[in-house]
């Protein structure tokens, strides 16, 4: 019999100074008996989005990603992967819905090629997951939705490091939308970042407008780059609004250790603090 985690019975501590990021590679699951027993964990709502996507790269991500949180939030609590309920915010954005599970934060993001599900206890958490192979018009879909400053500091950029300099921006400004959980309803003019050089990696600025209600005190972030072909932001909620938060620890693991995630490079490029990181 195909177990879905061979990991479930070793569960897992997850503090309040605790991130966890679980990743997965979507192609190296292909055995049809963990994929039949992947899509017997999703629930009605969750499969029939799965049954409507018509693309089989997209369809399998989503069956991955899915999978993967229910599977990875019964790491941290007494459920089966299937009790799992969710509820949406106003703005859409799911949560735990298992009353006796509520402090579990979770979001989860996939592209090509990669599944990141990040895990806090009470923390909002947004995290953003990207693929580099894209490449066909990045300024102009940066002149679309990035700041003035921040398209400003991305054309200042001598042209091999636009393309890495974009994504910084994308997966950063991606993660803190997902944070906040307003969707669209955050205004995109409301906010921005800024890149800074420094000693080994970059520091990594938010400003806000009054519009925003909020405090860039108020979250963290980090920025890594996933071997030669991803790049990942996780942004959380600080509410202490620690200046110096080094007891935040985000940890990255694969999910189901194969010879790909093993293989892996995990480079920190940039935090908003002196951050730890356990990797």
């Given at each position: 019999?195909?177990?879905?985690?061979?990991?479930?019975?070793?569960?897992?501590?997850?503090?309040?100074?605790?991130?966890?990021i679980?990743?997965?590679?979507?192609?190296?699951?292909?055995?049809?008996?963990?994929?039949?027993?992947?899509?017997?964990?999703?629930?009605?709502?969750?499969?029939d989005r799965?049954?409507?996507?018509?693309?089989?790269?997209?369809?399998?991500?989503?069956?991955?990603?899915?999978?993967?949180?229910?599977?990875?939030?019964?790491?941290?609590?007494?459920l089966?992967?299937?009790?799992?309920?969710?509820?949406r915010?106003?703005?859409?954005?799911?949560?735990?819905?298992?009353p006796?599970?509520?402090?579990?934060r979770?979001?989860?993001?996939?592209?090509?090629?990669?599944?990141?599900?990040?895990?806090?206890?009470?923390?909002?958490?947004?995290?953003?997951?990207?693929?580099?192979?894209?490449?066909?018009?990045?300024l102009?879909?940066?002149?679309?939705?990035?700041?003035?400053?921040?398209?400003?500091?991305?054309q200042?950029?001598?042209?091999?490091?636009q393309?890495?300099g974009f994504?910084?921006?994308?997966t950063?400004?991606?993660?803190?939308?997902?944070?906040?959980?307003?969707?669209?309803?955050?205004?995109?003019?409301?906010?921005?970042?800024?890149?800074?050089?420094?000693?080994?990696?970059?520091?990594?600025g938010?400003?806000?407008?009054?519009?925003?209600?909020?405090?860039?005190?108020?979250?963290?972030?980090?920025?890594?780059?996933?071997?030669?072909?991803?790049k990942?932001?996780?942004?959380?909620?600080?509410?202490?609004?620690?200046?110096f938060?080094?007891?935040?620890r985000?940890?990255?693991?694969?999910?189901?250790p194969?010879?790909?995630t093993?293989?892996?490079?995990?480079?920190?490029?940039?935090?908003?603090h002196h951050?730890?990181?356990?990797?």
């Open positions: 019999m195909t177990t879905p985690d061979p990991a479930a019975n070793a569960p897992e501590h997850l503090s309040q100074q605790d991130i966890h679980w990743l997965s590679q979507p192609a190296s699951i292909v055995d049809p008996a963990l994929l039949k027993a992947y899509l017997a964990l999703l629930d009605r709502e969750e499969y799965w049954a409507r996507i018509k693309i089989p790269r997209v369809q399998h991500e989503y069956l991955i990603a899915h999978a993967l949180l229910r599977l990875t939030l019964s790491r941290y609590a007494p089966p992967p299937t009790a799992w309920r969710f509820s915010n106003a703005y859409g954005r799911p949560e735990v819905a298992n006796e599970q509520l402090s579990l979770f979001n989860i993001s996939h592209t090509k090629g990669l599944v990141a599900c990040a895990v806090t206890r009470e923390q909002a958490i947004g995290v953003d997951v990207e693929t580099l192979e894209r490449s066909n018009r990045l102009d879909i940066a002149d679309r939705y990035f700041s003035p400053q921040e398209c400003a500091d991305l200042h950029l001598p042209d091999p490091q393309h890495a994504f910084d921006y994308w950063l400004k991606e993660s803190f939308i997902k944070a906040k959980g307003m969707g669209l309803a955050l205004a995109l003019d409301s906010f921005g970042f800024q890149l800074r050089a420094g000693l080994g990696r970059k520091t990594i938010l400003t806000v407008t009054d519009a925003l209600q909020d405090t860039p005190a108020h979250w963290a972030f980090w920025l890594y780059q996933l071997g030669p072909n991803h990942l932001a996780l942004c959380c909620e600080n509410p202490a609004q620690i200046p938060p080094s007891a935040i985000p940890r990255i693991r694969p999910f189901l194969t010879a790909h093993h293989a892996m490079t995990i480079e920190l490029l940039g935090t908003s951050a730890e990181t356990l990797a």
